[in-house]
């Protein structure tokens, strides 16, 4: 038996739309150390997460996943992603 997959969204609720929307990133030091700070903000939420680095690059990579799956060309990529690449594999369109 399998289990059914939960929409990602309430598919009944009208208010419901795209709208407007900003993210904003930053860091910060907890007694546990530095985390990542996310706060996703648009008309009617605002709501922030404290994210580990790990968490961070998971979703980074599931951002990836759903542009490509959109046909956008996000690609999300560290500094040293982007350092690693050469100036004419970077002019190639080559990405992190």
Excluded: Y
Excluded at 4 to 24: H, I, K
Excluded at 41 to 54: D, H, K, Q, Y
Aim: proline share 5%; glycine share 8%; net charge negative.
């Amino acid at each position: 038996m399998t289990t059914p997959q939960n929409p990602l969204f309430d598919l009944g609720n009208q208010l419901l739309a795209q709208v407007p929307s900003r993210l904003d990133t930053g860091s910060v030091t907890t007694p546990a150390g530095k985390t990542g700070v996310l706060t996703f903000r648009n008309a009617s939420t605002t709501l922030t997460l404290f994210v580990a680095v790990e968490d961070l690059r998971n979703w980074a990579a599931l951002m990836n996943d759903l542009a490509a799956e959109l046909g956008g060309g996000l690609t999300v990529a560290s500094a040293a992603d982007v350092a690693a690449l050469s100036a004419a594999e970077l002019r190639n369109g080559k990405r992190p």
